[in-house]
C-alpha cells in the first residue's frame, strides 16, 4: 500500500518561496509520475505540474505556475517536491501530491494536503 504524506504548506508572504515534500512510504515511488494538484476554497482542483517516472524524468506545468514552480523527484529518498517561489495571493490552495502511473494517467495514490496559503 503506497502512502503518501504532503509537508512544507504554510502561510507566506506574496513573493516568497515555499518548498513542498510528498514523502512515501509502502512502495517505492521509482516507476511512478509524481503530480502536485491544488485546490482553491470553491474551486475544482487542477493539476499544476508533474515528473515522470523512471529514468525520464521528463516534467510539466500549466502556464500560470511556469517559471516560478519547479517540480522535482529523489528517488533515493523516496520523496517528491515543488519548489514554489514568486508567490502570489492566487496560489493559495490546498496542494496535494499523487502517484500516477504516468503523468496525465490515472492516479494511484493521493496524500492528504496541505495547506499554503499566500498573504500581506
Known amino acids: 500500500q503506497l502512502q503518501l504524506v504532503e509537508s512544507g504548506g504554510g502561510l507566506v508572504q506574496p513573493g516568497e518561496s515555499l518548498r513542498l515534500s510528498c514523502a512515501a512510504s509502502?512502495?517505492?515511488?521509482?516507476?511512478?509520475?509524481i503530480g502536485w494538484f491544488r485546490q482553491a476554497s470553491g474551486k475544482e482542483r487542477e493539476g499544476i505540474s508533474c515528473?515522470?517516472?523512471?529514468?525520464?524524468?521528463?516534467?510539466n506545468y500549466i502556464d500560470s505556475v511556469k517559471g516560478r514552480f519547479t517540480i522535482s523527484r529523489d528517488n533515493a529518498k523516496n520523496t517528491g517536491y515543488l519548489q514554489m517561489n514568486s508567490l502570489k495571493p492566487e496560489d493559495t490552495a490546498v496542494y496535494y501530491c499523487?502517484?500516477?502511473?504516468?503523468?496525465?494517467?490515472?492516479?494511484?495514490?493521493w496524500g492528504q494536503g496541505t495547506q499554503v496559503t499566500v498573504s500581506s
Open positions: 499523487a502517484a500516477l502511473y504516468y503523468c496525465s494517467g490515472p492516479v494511484h495514490s
Open positions: 509502502g512502495l517505492t515511488l521509482d516507476y511512478y509520475a
Open positions: 515528473i515522470s517516472g523512471g529514468s525520464s524524468g521528463s516534467t
